[in-house]
């Protein structure tokens, strides 16, 4: 028996019913265990001001930690860079489409007529630098709570359009109101998008850890996931810093884009640089030192500073 710890929300209940059919495929017995986490329940303050350490996640890893649970289910992209001291992950799944898009009711939203005003709901301050970058004529709202909450508001009037992961979308069913799809290569995606995580404290046995990487890890994915979270934790950073990183295998080749924007948009850093996927790691270490060395440390300096005030 596998117990899964998981937050409530439904895209949390999605990706933890998907990782559980795909372990019970595997042979093994699954039990759900979810609870709502501190990050579900504070909705008036954006993730960075909370302060974003661990908090949708360091409930669900006092759980592995006492034994109630055996794995917790994650987005991979809401998983900080570096895990608290007794916990890592184990596993990760084939990706989905890693883009971000815009969702809305009003089909005749049109993000290229430059002369149209348009308000777009988004609390990710790396779709807020990218889109202050590309496209300074939209006004940007902010837009926090799950992706029904956040529907609604945009119902009620906040804003024409939310800009969203295509993954969290499509899982969801609003995959017929997206509206557009932003390129990878322009707003390139934040590190783990679209990939869902297990997460488990060290002292898990090592037969059920054999076990569910078996039914649950891509091995794509892992290669991909490891060179960019590498990049991330070289920055120090998790999803409150205007961060990006995207890998790609091809063969036994990597790919990874990576960078960092400043708040405002003003000044992106990023770069392209290619590896072993046999040592995705040194790929993603590389592009964050890169990063650090033309003009991040400075920028990451900046952005720290501009968000204690
Ligand atoms: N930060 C919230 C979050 N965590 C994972 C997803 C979407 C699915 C994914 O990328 O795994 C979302 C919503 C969004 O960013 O639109």
Known sequence: MITIGTRKSKLAMWQTETVASMLEQGGLRTRINSMETIGDKILDRSIAKIGSKGVFTAELEEQLQSGLTDIAVHSAKDMQSQLPDGFTLIAYTKREKVNDILLSDDSSVDIDAKDKPLIIGTSSVRRRAFLR????????????????????????????????AYAGVVRMGYGDMIVHEFGVDQF???????????????TLAPEKVEKIRASVNDLQSEACLLAERAFLKKLEGGCSIPAFGHATLDGDELTLTAGLASLDGATIVRTTRKGSARDPEKLGIAVGEYILANN??????????????
């Open 188 to 202: 390139v995606p934040p590190v783990g998008q679209g990939c869902i995580a297990v997460e488990c404290a060290v």
């Open 133 to 164: 970058h590309y496209y300074p004529h939209v006004q940007l709202v902010e837009m926090r709570g799950n992706l029904q909450t956040r529907i609604r508001k945009m119902q009620e009037g906040a804003c024409d359009a939310l800009m969203l």
């Open 296 to 309: 991040g440390r400075k920028m990451l300096a900046e952005i720290k500073n501009l968000q204690k005030s």
